[in-house]
Structure formats: C-alpha cells, structure tokens
C-alpha cells in the first residue's frame, strides 16, 4: 500500500524561487492536510481541505497556496520562498469523521537560502 | 488558543524507568484524544487514541475530564522508545471533523 507519498524528501531553494511540494493518498480520504514542524513549534497547520474543490487555511497560511482538484492530490505551492518558510512540511489524509486516524507523508526537508 | 499543552519539550529516563508524558488540553466539548509518535527518521504515526482504550507497545493513556488531561504512560521503558510524541485533539464538531491540533511534541530520551 502507497499510503500518503510526498515529493521530494529533499530540496533546497533561493530566496524568492517558487516551488510545488506534491502530496498524493490512494485510500479515497476526504480529508487532507498540510503542516510544518519546526523546533519547538510541534506541527502548525498551514491549509487543509475536506474534499475535491474545499481549501480553506490553516494556522500558518501566509505564504502558501492549496488546491484540491482530485480527492487524491493535495499539492502545497510555496509562492516566494522566504528563508523562514526553511523547514520540514508533512502533508496527511484521513477520512472525514470523528476520531480520524490520520496518515502522514515521510516529511519534506526544505532549505531555503 | 493552544488547544494542547505538552509541557516537556524533552524527557530522559533510563532503560526500566517508568514514563510519564504529560498531555493537557483545553476543549468544552467532546474531544477525540491521539498520541502520535515519530521515530529517527520515520513519518508520524498513530501510537493509541483514547476510544480504543489499548495498550499499545505496553503504552497506555487514559483521558481524565476532570482534569483536561491525556497523559501517556508505560511503567517500564525501553530504548527502541525514544523518539518524538505528539498529542493531538479532535474536534467533535461537524465543521471541524477529520482536524487535528497538535501540541508542540515531547522529546522522549530512554537511556540504557
């Protein structure tokens, strides 16, 4: 089973490049979901959506931008890269209901110089 | 508002030590209650939710109304045990269904 897979594990940007981080779940989740994870910070929502053609921000959105046009893929879009969007971003899935178990991507370590 | 308190961003116990990772939470409904871990390396994974009510690699957690708490606990610690371990709440409202807020994690060390 594939489960949540991101893309890439790794990448460095310059300041101001932009860039598309994929996400991709093949368990028909209704529910996925972007976050960061930084030192002391635990995992910040950044944008989620409850389904094909729903966005809507999460904690820390400034900076991003969803779209959902399948209910497989949630690609997070980095507009201008800036030196503290520098961390390490989980994207998840789960189905829409009470007590979800949610599945995590293995993380993309971004560096941005 | 923080919605889930870890208040130990790190925890060092030794081999054969009880454990206590401390979990709080602030909610006036129902909430869902999880703890995650992630090993070295590895994604984030589900470790227990309090519905299930198991013990899960001799982990337990047990959620206390009273005092907003969701404590994880496991009377005898082990190396293969450290890593990183996030609580998190869910939502029993519909608008909210399937969100998840994190605490900002509790660095677990088990020496041998």
């Known amino acids: 089973n594939a489960g949540v897979t991101q893309t890439p594990k790794f990448q460095v940007l310059k300041t101001g490049q932009s860039m598309t981080l994929q996400c991709a779940q093949d368990m028909n989740h209704e529910y996925m979901s972007w976050y960061r994870q930084d030192p002391g910070m635990g995992l910040r929502l950044i944008h989620y959506?409850?389904?094909?053609?729903?966005?809507d921000q999460g904690e820390v959105p400034n900076g991003y931008n969803v779209s959902r046009s399948t209910t497989e893929d949630f690609p997070l879009r980095l507009l201008s890269a800036a030196p503290s969007q520098t961390s390490v971003y989980f994207c998840a899935s789960s189905y829409l209901r009470q007590a979800p178990e949610a599945f995590f991507g293995q993380g993309t370590r971004l560096t941005v110089v | 508002a923080q919605r889930v308190t870890q208040p130990e961003k790190l925890l060092s116990v030794f081999k054969g030590a009880p454990v206590e990772l401390k979990c709080n939470y602030s909610y006036s409904g129902s909430p869902e209650l999880f703890w995650y871990v992630q090993y070295s390396r590895q994604r984030l994974q589900l470790l227990l939710r309090?519905?299930s009510r198991e013990s899960i690699k001799g982990f337990t957690a047990d959620l206390n109304k009273g005092e907003t708490s969701f404590h994880l606990k496991k009377p005898f610690a082990q190396e293969e045990d450290s890593a990183m371990y996030y609580c998190a709440l869910s939502e029993d409202r519909g608008s909210t269904l399937g969100r998840l807020y994190f605490g900002r994690g509790t660095q677990l060390t088990v020496w041998p």
């Open positions: 309090h519905i």
């Open positions: 959506s409850v389904g094909a053609g729903i966005t």
